[in-house]
């Protein structure tokens, strides 16, 4: 089966994801969408096995509540992509706006190059469902706010405020942070083996996606930390006790 062609230029965004749904509830899995243009919610909620490639600049909250399926940008992402996603792949070849993997609940984000403000905010994960993103370049303020699970790899430099609240979950920082820059609660280490084990595989998937756009990184060649929580409850001292 040939994949479904589209020319998004001027369509209005319900027309555009209407046509998406009809075409996969008769069995389409693989689209190429052509001149995005702010168009939002594309791929929202498609399941395991539909593709996406797009090229220009999808809208606000693509991939919300994605279930599996994949998306590449050749392009750039705007605001809240990945919403609350629960599961498959995001690529974007280019940066992304504010609040990308908002309350994401698993799944991961490739991101070549930087990203805005609180990127990863209410990431969570259950079980073996564990969210991550990856960030080329540096990220604005607020990273991986209330983050309660996932994974957040962060390549270039963090803004302030760096995980305001975060009471599970990972943050992996290339070069560390100043420890006078920590958040109360939270605490930065260096990585040990499976962490870096973790890395590398993750810089082998971030080569290959952007092969000829970035210089290969080597995790041998760099130093990573760790921010995690130093609670789970980090605001339990609030509550009454009975």
Same mark, same amino acid.
């Given at each position: 089966?040939?994949?479904?062609?589209?020319?998004?230029?001027?369509?209005?965004?319900?027309?555009?994801?209407?046509?998406?749904?009809?075409?996969?509830?008769?069995?389409?899995?693989?689209?190429?969408?052509?001149?995005?243009?702010?168009?939002?919610?594309?791929?929202?909620?498609?399941?395991?096995?539909?593709?996406?490639?797009?090229?220009?600049?999808?809208?606000?909250?693509?991939?919300?509540?994605?279930?599996?399926?994949?998306?590449?940008?050749?392009?750039?992402?705007?605001?809240?992509?990945?919403?609350?996603?629960?599961?498959?792949?995001? +690529?974007?070849? %280019?940066?992304? &706006?504010?609040?990308? #993997?908002?309350? =994401?609940? !698993? *799944?991961? @984000?490739?991101?070549?190059?930087?990203?805005?403000?609180?990127?990863?905010?209410?990431?969570?994960?259950?079980?073996?469902?564990?969210?991550?993103? +990856?960030?080329? %370049?540096?990220? &604005?303020?607020?990273? #991986?706010?209330? =983050?309660? !699970? *996932?994974? @957040?790899?962060?390549?270039?430099?963090?803004?302030?405020?760096?995980?305001?609240?975060?009471?599970?979950?990972?943050?992996?920082?290339?070069?560390?942070?100043?420890?006078?820059?920590?958040?109360?609660?939270?605490?930065?280490?260096?990585?040990?083996?499976?962490?870096?084990?973790?890395?590398?595989?993750?810089?082998?998937?971030?080569?290959?996606?952007?092969?000829?756009?970035?210089?290969?990184?080597?995790?041998?060649?760099?130093?990573?930390?760790?921010?995690?929580?130093?609670?789970?409850?980090?605001?339990?001292?609030?509550?009454?006790?009975?």
């Amino acid at each position: 089966m040939s994949a479904v062609k589209m020319t998004l230029a001027t369509r209005e965004y319900r027309e555009v994801n209407q046509e998406i749904r009809d075409a996969v509830a008769s069995g389409e899995t693989e689209f190429e969408l052509d001149q995005a243009l702010g168009q939002r919610y594309i791929g929202d909620a498609a399941p395991s096995g539909v593709s996406f490639t797009i090229k220009g600049t999808p809208g606000n909250d693509m991939a919300a509540y994605m279930d599996g399926a994949s998306i590449e940008v050749h392009g750039n992402g705007q605001d809240q992509i990945g919403n609350t996603m629960n599961d498959g792949l995001i +690529v974007v070849h %280019g940066h992304v &706006g504010d609040a990308a #993997g908002y309350a =994401m609940r !698993g *799944g991961e @984000i490739f991101i070549r190059d930087y990203c805005g403000w609180r990127v990863g905010i209410h990431m969570k994960q259950y079980r073996d469902k564990r969210p991550t993103v +990856v960030i080329g %370049g540096d990220a &604005g303020s607020f990273l #991986g706010e209330y =983050m309660a !699970g *996932g994974r @957040i790899l962060l390549l270039g430099k963090p803004g302030n405020y760096l995980g305001t609240g975060m009471h599970g979950g990972v943050m992996y920082l290339r070069d560390g942070i100043p420890e006078t820059d920590v958040s109360k609660g939270l605490a930065q280490l260096e990585c040990d083996e499976d962490d870096l084990a973790l890395i590398a595989s993750y810089l082998e998937r971030y080569n290959g996606y952007f092969a000829g756009e970035v210089e290969p990184l080597d995790v041998a060649s760099m130093r990573f930390t760790k921010l995690v929580p130093e609670s789970s409850r980090p605001y339990a001292s609030m509550y009454a006790k009975s």
